[in-house]
Nanobody
Framework: QVQLVESGGGLVQTGDSLSLSCAAT????????MAWFRQAPGLGREFVAA????????DYADSVKGRFTISRDNAKNTGNLQMTRLKPGDTAEYYC???????????????????WGQGTQVTVSS
């Protein structure tokens, strides 16, 4: 059993940067693909970014490519999402997720992820 806790959300202005963290407070994420999803009010939960077990391969949604960077620290059992040049359209609840058997699967598939955090709110004002 893995418990994930996100932190780092907040209210920022357009163009600002923000860094989200995901800590495994129970269990370990060392053998898991990690990802970030987000959900805006009234919309479904959408893929943002994912990173493989070793941290040497990443995938990004087109809407955040070039602005967001996903990373992980297996020694610290944490994941991170560095967000730059934030836009009002980035406003959402951000969720960290871990997948045990993602491997070569499509990391953007929400149902692959077994463990989820409770979310952290990011609000970008115009």
């Amino acid at each position: 059993q893995v418990q994930l806790v996100e932190s780092g959300g907040g209210l920022v202005q357009t163009g600002d940067s923000l860094s989200l963290s995901c800590a495994a407070t129970s269990g370990t994420v060392r053998g898991y693909t990690m990802a970030w999803f987000r959900q805006a009010p009234g919309l479904g939960r959408e893929f943002v970014a994912a990173i493989n077990v070793n941290g040497d391969r990443q995938d990004y949604a087109d809407s955040v490519k070039g602005r967001f960077t996903i990373s992980r620290d297996n020694a610290k059992n944490t994941g991170n999402l560095q967000m730059t040049r934030l836009k009002p359209g980035d406003t959402a609840e951000y969720y960290c997720a871990a997948c045990a058997w993602c491997g070569s699967a499509d990391w953007r598939t929400r149902s692959l992820y077994t463990y989820w955090g409770q979310g952290t709110q990011v609000t970008v004002s115009s």
